[in-house]
């Protein structure tokens, strides 16, 4: 088969660029060598943590709905149930997946790919092993959880994100090594279902990647919730006991602790998966194993493109691996999209509050010498966060005060990842602070604090 694209990997990344290049008549196939398609996002990363999070909401919610005059007692949770519900979402939109390809003509070849040289493609499963060479490859190989040296996960005790998906029960204590979005989010959703949970972070801050003042905000709301949140703590000497697992832990004031979990979640981070590949026979060129790329997703091998989690440079997002492969696609049937602005990338966290943010920090701005003006807007003044009972957190516009660009917008608090879209259009479509300071925003909503905010900016906010 002649095939003008063939994609590795069917993640967010490689599941989209299949669907776009059908859509624009091109020659497609995907390889994958799971047995299900979706990739991380879909099997064990967004979508089945979402939807865990999303039970412990409504648990929460019936733990405190004698506040709303609502009378639940003898509510009990079924984790399993919860566990059966998260699986039965992820196989739907596995088999949605799998439609997708058949409804845009995208040839799936299950097995393990490797590149062997120009655009050949060895691919090996239990029937054999066959050869492809198509015009363009595009590689979506994605990533895997990145280990502490000498720690192996198992099924029992030391977890990544995919052993504690398949939890059937709820551990007593858990302990959580990491404190970037998959670390936090398995804390809000853990401590949510009664587990007793310690986050503990190496570097100063949770969410690190964030502005200093969301980072703040939420170690206060974790540590009011009874999740222990531990920054600057050097974790060694990690032990398996029968039912267990014991480690020493340097606190941030220098003391030294021995601390005892049922269950260990190592959450450090994600490694590309770039090794086994066979890039060796290739030209791409690797930046600490990840795959180096131009503007228009191509690698430094001709007829062969990169996107998603192997990426360097961009953060290891599901939707940016699925604009990553819009650009290649776009390149590939000579129907060129910008390239990614890094600057314009929401991020998500599902956490409760929960977080979203786009753009500049308050601190990079300062950096990179613009004439920073903030505006800051809680929730505690905007009514329909009353009426939701979820008061914490604030909307941050970090703007320029020269001609009012907008630079960055962090939002910290109630249903955040959805908020933060009217700053990602704002940003996308170029407006400024007036702009959004004279959009008028429906009464009484959540999004009202981020017209406050802007209008925070000059200080003109009303409700606060
Ligand atoms: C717990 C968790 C929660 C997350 N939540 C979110 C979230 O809420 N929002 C968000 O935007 N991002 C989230 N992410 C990140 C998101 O999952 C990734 O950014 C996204 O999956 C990357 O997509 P991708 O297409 O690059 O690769 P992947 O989704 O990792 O897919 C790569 C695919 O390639 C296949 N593959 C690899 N090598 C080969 C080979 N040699 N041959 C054949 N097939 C191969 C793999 O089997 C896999 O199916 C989360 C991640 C985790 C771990």
């Given at each position: 088969?002649?095939?003008?694209?063939?994609?590795?990997?069917?993640?967010?990344?490689?599941?989209?660029?299949?669907?776009?290049?059908?859509?624009?008549?091109?020659?497609?196939?995907?390889?994958?060598?799971?047995?299900?398609?979706?990739?991380?996002?879909?099997?064990?990363?967004?979508?089945?943590t979402k939807s865990l999070l999303h039970s412990a909401d409504v648990w929460n919610y019936f733990q405190h709905a004698e506040e709303q005059?609502?009378?639940?007692?003898?509510?009990?949770?079924?984790?399993?149930?919860?566990?059966?519900?998260?699986?039965?979402?992820?196989?739907?939109?596995?088999?949605?997946?799998?439609?997708?390809?058949?409804?845009?003509?995208?040839?799936?070849?299950?097995?393990?790919?490797?590149?062997?040289?120009?655009?050949?493609?060895?691919?090996?499963?239990?029937?054999?092993?066959?050869?492809?060479?198509?015009?363009?490859?595009?590689?979506?190989?994605?990533?895997?959880?990145?280990?502490?040296?000498?720690?192996?996960?198992?099924?029992?005790?030391?977890?990544?994100?995919?052993?504690?998906?398949?939890?059937?029960?709820?551990?007593?204590?858990?302990?959580?090594?990491?404190?970037?979005?998959?670390?936090?989010?398995?804390?809000?959703?853990?401590?949510?279902?009664?587990?007793?949970?310690?986050?503990?972070?190496?570097?100063?801050?949770?969410?690190?990647?964030?502005?200093?003042?969301?980072?703040?905000?939420?170690?206060?709301?974790?540590?009011?919730?009874?999740?222990?949140?531990?920054?600057?703590?050097?974790?060694?000497?990690?032990?398996?006991?029968?039912?267990?697992?014991?480690?020493?832990?340097?606190?941030?004031?220098?003391?030294?602790?021995?601390?005892?979990?049922?269950?260990?979640?190592?959450?450090?981070?994600?490694?590309?998966?770039?090794?086994?590949?066979?890039?060796?026979?290739?030209?791409?060129?690797?930046?600490?194993?990840?795959?180096?790329?131009?503007?228009?997703?191509?690698?430094?091998?001709?007829?062969?493109?990169?996107?998603?989690?192997?990426?360097?440079?961009?953060?290891?997002?599901?939707?940016?691996?699925?604009?990553?492969?819009?650009?290649?696609?776009?390149?590939?049937?000579?129907?060129?999209?910008?390239?990614?602005?890094?600057?314009?990338?929401?991020?998500?966290?599902?956490?409760?509050?929960?977080?979203?943010?786009?753009?500049?920090?308050?601190?990079?701005?300062?950096?990179?010498?613009?004439?920073?003006?903030?505006?800051?807007?809680?929730?505690?003044?905007?009514?329909?966060?009353?009426?939701?009972?979820?008061?914490?957190?604030?909307?941050?516009?970090?703007?320029?005060?020269?001609?009012?660009?907008?630079?960055?917008?962090?939002?910290?608090?109630?249903?955040?990842?959805?908020?933060?879209?009217?700053?990602?259009?704002?940003?996308?479509?170029?407006?400024?602070?007036?702009?959004?300071?004279?959009?008028?925003?429906?009464?009484?909503?959540?999004?009202?604090?981020?017209?406050?905010?802007?209008?925070?900016?000059?200080?003109?906010?009303?409700?606060?």
């Open positions: 088969m002649a095939y003008d694209v063939v994609v590795i990997g069917s993640g967010p990344g490689g599941y989209s660029a299949a669907v776009r290049a059908g859509q624009y008549g091109l020659k497609t196939a995907i390889i994958e060598r799971q047995p299900r398609l979706g990739g991380t996002c879909l099997l064990v990363g967004c979508i089945p005059g609502i009378e639940s007692a003898g509510a009990t949770l079924n984790y399993p149930a919860v566990v059966g519900r998260k699986n039965k979402i992820v196989t739907k939109h596995s088999k949605g997946v799998e439609y997708l390809m058949r409804k845009n003509k995208v040839d799936v070849i299950r097995g393990q790919a490797r590149l062997v040289g120009g655009t050949r493609i060895e691919v090996t499963n239990e029937q054999g092993v066959q050869t492809l060479e198509p015009r363009t490859i595009i590689l979506a190989t994605g990533s895997e959880a990145r280990m502490l040296p000498g720690l192996e996960p198992d099924s029992e005790l030391i977890l990544t994100n995919i052993e504690i998906l398949e939890l059937t029960a709820i551990p007593k204590t858990l302990g959580i090594i990491g404190a970037g979005a998959v670390g936090m989010e398995f804390a809000s959703a853990f401590s949510r279902f009664g587990s007793k949970v310690t986050v503990l972070e190496m570097l100063p801050r949770v969410v690190p990647v964030e502005d200093e003042e969301v980072s703040k905000e939420m170690e206060k709301v974790f540590k009011r919730q009874g999740i222990r949140c531990e920054t600057g703590a050097k974790v060694e000497n990690v032990r398996r006991n029968a039912q267990s697992v014991s480690l020493s832990v340097t606190l941030a004031n220098g003391s030294r602790e021995e601390l005892e979990f049922d269950k260990l979640l190592v959450a450090v981070g994600r490694k590309p998966n770039t090794e086994n590949l066979g890039l060796e026979n290739t030209s791409v060129e690797l930046d600490r194993g990840f795959v180096k790329v131009d503007g228009r997703q191509r690698t430094a091998q001709p007829g062969i493109y990169a996107i998603g989690d192997i990426v360097a440079g961009t953060p290891q997002l599901a939707h940016v691996a699925a604009a990553e492969g819009m650009v290649a696609v776009g390149d590939i049937a000579g129907k060129p999209r910008p390239p990614i602005n890094k600057r314009r990338i929401p991020g998500a966290t599902y956490t409760e509050p929960g977080i979203g943010s786009v753009g500049l920090t308050e601190a990079q701005a300062r950096a990179q010498g613009y004439q920073v003006k903030v505006g800051k807007f809680p929730f505690v003044g905007d009514s329909k966060a009353t009426i939701l009972g979820s008061h914490d957190g604030f909307v941050k516009v970090v703007a320029d005060e020269k001609y009012g660009e907008i630079l960055g917008v962090h939002i910290v608090g109630p249903e955040a990842f959805e908020l933060i879209a009217e700053a990602v259009t704002a940003m996308e479509a170029e407006a400024t602070v007036d702009t959004l300071m004279n959009t008028i925003h429906a009464h009484p909503t959540l999004y009202e604090a981020i017209g406050e905010a802007f209008n925070a900016v000059p200080g003109l906010a009303i409700n606060i």
